[in-house]
């Protein structure tokens, strides 16, 4: 039963050795699809650009806040970017944020013995940036 067994998997895998070397394209199947100009690549030709994509990505952001009498002050951004290329040249992503969040108040008092402005500002910032590359 073993040895059975053994010869029938030995006949699949010379049955699948042999159909893995008729994956060509028909030219009639190549015309069919609008694709009649294109020609077969060799596996040797292949593998001089198979693998040779490069992608480069980076995201990130930045939140402020700022607490006030009157309620948070909230300041949120966010980035995201992305790159790639083929052939020898890499890629190259980059991208950067900034937030400010913050509160402004002005007094302006007028009496019968003179003018007063008082200006009171405040806040807070975040920001940040990254870069990405590949080879």
């Known amino acids: 039963m073993k040895t059975l067994a053994f010869?029938?998997?030995?006949?699949?895998?010379?049955?699948?050795?042999?159909?893995?070397?008729?994956?060509?394209?028909?030219?009639?199947t190549l015309n069919n699809m609008g694709l009649g100009g294109m020609q077969?690549?060799?596996?040797?030709?292949g593998l001089a650009v198979?693998?040779?994509?490069?992608?480069?990505?980076?995201?990130?952001?930045?939140?402020?806040s700022w607490l006030t009498v009157n309620g948070l002050q909230l300041s949120?951004?966010?980035?995201?970017?992305?790159?790639?290329?083929?052939?020898?040249?890499?890629?190259s992503a980059q991208g950067q944020s900034f937030s400010f969040a913050g509160q402004v108040e002005v007094l302006f008092l007028a009496d019968p013995t003179g003018f007063s402005?008082?200006?009171?500002?405040?806040?807070?910032?975040?920001?940040?940036?990254?870069?990405?590359?590949a080879m």
Do not use: I, Q
Request: proline share 1%.
């Open 7 to 28: 010869v029938c998997a030995a006949l699949m895998l010379l049955a699948a050795t042999a159909s893995a070397g008729e994956l060509a394209v028909s030219k009639s």
């Open 117 to 133: 402005l008082s200006v009171h500002a405040a806040g807070g910032f975040a920001g940040g940036g990254a870069s990405a590359s």
């Open 76 to 91: 949120h951004n966010e980035y995201a970017a992305g790159a790639e290329w083929l052939g020898p040249v890499g890629a």
């Open 40 to 45: 077969s690549m060799s596996d040797t030709d």
């Open 50 to 64: 198979r693998g040779k994509a490069v992608f480069a990505t980076v995201s990130g952001g930045s939140v402020a």
